[in-house]
Nanobody, 124 residues
Framework: QVQLMESGGGSVQAGGSLRLSCAASGYTYSYYHMAWFRQAPGKEREGVAAIDTDGNTNYADSVKGRFTISKDNTKQILYLQMTSLKPEDTAMYYC??????????????????WGQGTQVTVSS
């Protein structure tokens, strides 16, 4: 059974940094594409960053140059390093996994497995 558990969220001031982690278990981690999504109150869930099994990455335009997605296949942990945070980055952040999802699209419907989320709040 695939299990994903996020951690690392919190409250920071604008310009600050956070690193999110997503611990995975229950499947062969290196075989799955991974992604981070976020959802703010009243808004749809949006793709933030994704990484495929070859290590290729994709980012939403709103986070390019500020966020970095990476993974440790040995530890089975997905990371999202977030810098220069803005109030508009405030949201619940979710990690997701899927065997086939195209990372170029970062469409939530393409990902089958989800964590419970971790809250990120950025104050101005």
């Amino acid at each position: 059974q695939v299990q994903l558990m996020e951690s690392g969220g919190g409250s920071v001031q604008a310009g600050g940094s956070l690193r999110l982690s997503c611990a995975a278990s229950g499947y062969t981690y290196s075989y799955y594409h991974m992604a981070w999504f976020r959802q703010a109150p009243g808004k749809e869930r949006e793709g933030v960053a994704a990484i495929d099994t070859d290590g290729n990455t994709n980012y939403a335009d709103s986070v390019k140059g500020r966020f970095t997605i990476s993974k440790d296949n040995t530890k089975q942990i997905l990371y999202l390093q977030m810098t220069s945070l803005k109030p508009e980055d405030t949201a619940m952040y979710y990690c997701a996994a899927d065997f086939n999802a195209p990372i170029a699209a970062m469409t939530s419907q393409d990902f089958d497995y989800w964590g419970q989320g971790t809250q990120v709040t950025v104050s101005s």
